[in-house]
Structure formats: structure tokens, C-alpha cells
């Protein structure tokens, strides 16, 4: 088995050194991974300037690559480049930070590497762990977190991967986990609405021009059934497959149609 580990955090996360542990031993691990934080740069692409790739040292003493670019580029560099042959399964992760609902889907880093690895056939689980905002402090990528029970989720559904693959019409699986669980339950979810409401702040720099941050207060609850729902209200990990599929209904755009 080949496991190929990538994140958004950047090489130096210490999320990228906990998914690595929770899948020691099965597997040979080869770390690829964007070289600063890609946080919201989705599954972005780097194609008008050179990317570079440099052997470095995880925080752990272990060899990684660190990628010049998006998470993305760091998957088909870890896929076409680094390893010999195709990965048996790709991680993205450990996230600082969940990342639920369909506007995540497109915005996220993490989801957006797993989302590469399965278009070239490889099965993917994306992973975030819950954290409060306002109370991390990174420190060159390195966070002070409890990564532990991520790391028992995490091995549990990698293991369940390489056993059995992933079901027909599954691409990849989004995965989130809360960071203070009652117990080690995963539940399977549905995408939420949403996981931020979004604020626009405008300031006037000191020339009195505006300029604006773009900024969200999380939402709290949604439906039942929903990722958001379940992480947020259930305090329970959630997991949802992900289908590359996203056409819609062909037979109702038929009959919109034929009203033009």
C-alpha cells in the first residue's frame, strides 16, 4: 500500500505530522505538500509560472516535499512526480478547522487536493478537525491542538478505504471531526447549506481609499442529516461522500427547454 498525505496548511502543519501518524504502518507515506498555507484557494491550478519542488524535513525529522504552489499542484506533483506509482489512497489533512456545506466544497484547499486525487482515480478522504477561531496560534504551521481523536477517526476510515475501496458513484469523502466528541461515533451526513454567514468589512486605508476583508460568522445549526447539523448540534464526526458528478437534473432542464 502507497499513501500519499497533503494538506492546505502548508508542509509544516502539524495536522500533516498527525495524519501521517494515524496511518503509520499501513502503508509507505510520501508527504507532499504546498509549502505556505493555500487556506480558500480551492482546487485552483497553477499553470502561467514555474512550480518548484524542494526535499525538506517534517517537524518530525521525517523527509517530505514542500510544493510551491496550490494543494492541487502538490497532488499531481506527489501522483506524476514524487511517488513511483499510483497512491492506494490520498489524505488531505488533518485540517486546522472543519470544513462542511456546499460552499466549502469549492472554497476549501483540503477538499479541493482530495477532489484532484479522485479525478485521476485515486480514493481520497479529505479530513478536518473542529477548532474554536480566535484561540489558534500557529507558529510557522505548527498549532497546539489535541490532535488525537482526529488521528483514531482518521485511521479507522483510511483503514475501511484501503480494505474495501470506496462504493460505486463515490469519488472521495469529506470528513470532519468536532474537537471535543463524547465518544468515537462517525455518522454519515449530507452536504449543509452552508457553513458561513458572510460579512464584508470596508476600511479606508491611510490615503483614504477602501479596501475590504471578507469575513463570516459560522452557522450553527441546518438540517438534520446535515454535516453542519451533525458537527455543530450532534458534537459527532461526520462523514460524507463526495461524487465528482455534478450534473444536474437532465430531464427537468429538457422540459425547461422546451419553453425557450
Not at 482526529?150 to 470506496?166: E, F
Not at 481609499?209 to 451533525?230: A, F, K, M, Q, S
Request: charged content about 20%; some cysteine.
Amino acid at each position: 500500500m502507497r499513501i500519499l498525505i497533503t494538506n492546505d496548511d502548508g508542509v509544516n502543519s502539524s495536522g500533516i505530522i498527525a495524519a501521517k501518524k494515524a496511518v503509520e504502518n499501513l502503508g509507505l507515506i510520501d508527504v507532499v505538500a504546498p509549502a505556505t498555507q493555500q487556506s480558500g484557494i480551492g482546487h485552483a491550478l497553477t499553470l502561467f509560472e514555474p512550480i518548484r519542488v524542494t526535499s525538506t524535513n517534517l517537524l518530525d525529522g521525517t523527509e517530505a516535499y514542500s510544493v510551491s504552489g496550490t494543494p492541487t499542484d502538490a497532488v499531481i506533483i506527489g501522483i506524476f512526480e514524487i511517488t513511483s506509482e499510483k497512491p492506494d489512497l490520498v489524505i488531505s489533512g488533518i485540517n486546522i478547522g472543519e470544513n462542511l456545506g456546499m460552499s466549502e466544497l469549492t472554497t476549501s484547499g483540503t477538499i479541493g487536493a482530495a477532489m484532484e486525487a479522485a479525478v485521476h482515480g485515486v480514493p481520497a478522504l479529505s479530513v478536518s478537525l473542529q477548532v474554536t477561531r480566535g484561540d489558534i496560534k500557529f507558529h510557522d504551521g505548527h498549532v497546539d491542538v489535541d490532535f488525537s481523536h482526529a488521528q483514531k477517526i482518521t485511521r479507522k476510515v483510511s483503514q475501511m478505504v484501503i480494505r474495501n475501496g470506496l462504493p460505486e458513484g463515490v469519488d472521495f469523502i469529506n470528513l470532519n471531526i468536532p474537537s471535543a466528541p463524547d465518544n468515537d461515533d462517525v455518522k454519515l451526513t449530507r452536504l449543509g447549506r452552508r457553513m458561513y454567514q458572510v460579512h464584508i468589512k470596508k476600511r479606508l486605508d491611510p490615503r483614504g481609499r477602501p479596501y475590504y476583508w471578507i469575513d463570516g460568522d459560522p452557522v450553527e445549526n441546518d438540517d438534520p442529516g446535515t454535516d453542519v447539523h451533525v458537527l455543530r448540534e450532534e458534537n459527532c464526526a461526520t462523514l460524507t461522500p463526495i461524487s465528482l458528478n455534478s450534473t444536474s437534473n437532465l430531464n427537468l432542464m429538457n422540459q425547461w427547454l422546451d419553453d425557450l
